[in-house]
């Protein structure tokens, strides 16, 4: 019963501050259903503004904050912090928005999208898995996946083109398909060549657990991260760079 109530006092905020933004011109909606491994479902929006007075940071009067402390949820990530409605500048079919996925319970997990408000034509909305470099389009079919539990802030993201259609890298953004990364299991170290260009590398466990970070941004362009303490797994490396970002899993023995 205190689930339920968590999950109406939830929409009614979202459908409240729905309601502010609705007197708000020029904006453009889409709306999210996430349902848990326990069948609640959370209520999300994200509301593109045509005269671009949000960003895609923390704008007051059209981000609300996720208050509610469910076992398990979805929510938009702005700046590490968890919300259930952002508003961002101009549509773009090239912009991706992180979803955070934190789950007390394993199980099936559903993504569906609900509705499109005010879009002049119609446009795709997809579901884009980082862990598996794979897209799903949800106008018509929802993304279902059984669910590890886990904290999940780097995986999942609402985006609206799919990878054939993605616009074209800048030579800044190629430049992160340059940098090397490879596991040596004489030296149990993970070796990361930069050829200069500033990186975070971010190291998880397949249930989403943050491992470790490493700031890659000294003069060396070489680095030799130990990986000695780890014990025998599959882990997932996250380089990211200013534009862009990499994934990759390596089997650590």
Avoid at 102 to 112: A, D, Q, R, V
Avoid at 171 to 189: F, H, I, R
Wanted: glycine share 4%; proline share 2%; with cysteine.
């Amino acid at each position: 019963m205190k689930n339920l109530t968590y999950l109406f006092l939830a929409f009614f905020w979202v459908a409240s501050l729905s309601a502010q933004t609705e007197n708000k011109s020029n904006v453009q909606r889409v709306r999210i259903d996430f349902k848990t491994p326990e069948g609640y479902v959370r209520h999300l929006l994200l509301a593109f503004t045509k005269d671009g007075s949000a960003t895609d940071g923390i704008d007051y009067g059209y981000d609300a904050r996720n208050r509610d402390k469910l076992k398990d949820d979805l929510n938009w990530m702005i700046d590490s912090q968890r919300y259930v409605i952002q508003g961002v500048g101009t549509y773009s079919e090239s912009k991706r928005y992180p979803f955070g996925m934190f789950l007390t319970n394993s199980g099936p997990i559903e993504i569906s999208l609900t509705d499109l408000e005010h879009f002049d034509t119609p446009i795709s909305v997809f579901i884009y898995d980082a862990w598996e470099n794979t897209y799903q389009r949800i106008n018509d079919v929802s993304y279902k996946k059984t669910m590890e539990s886990g904290v999940y802030k780097d995986r999942f993201f609402i985006t609206f083109s799919n990878h054939k259609t993605h616009h074209l890298l800048t030579d800044v953004e190629n430049a992160l398909n340059n940098v090397t990364l490879n596991y040596y299991q004489n030296s149990k170290a993970i070796h990361v060549k930069t050829h200069g260009v500033p990186l975070y590398l971010k190291l998880y466990t397949l249930q989403g657990q943050l491992i470790s970070s490493h700031d890659l941004n000294s003069a060396s362009d070489t680095y030799a991260l130990c990986m000695a303490h780890l014990q025998s797994q599959v882990i997932l490396t996250v380089l990211e760079s200013d534009q862009n970002s990499r994934y990759n899993r390596i089997l650590i023995n």
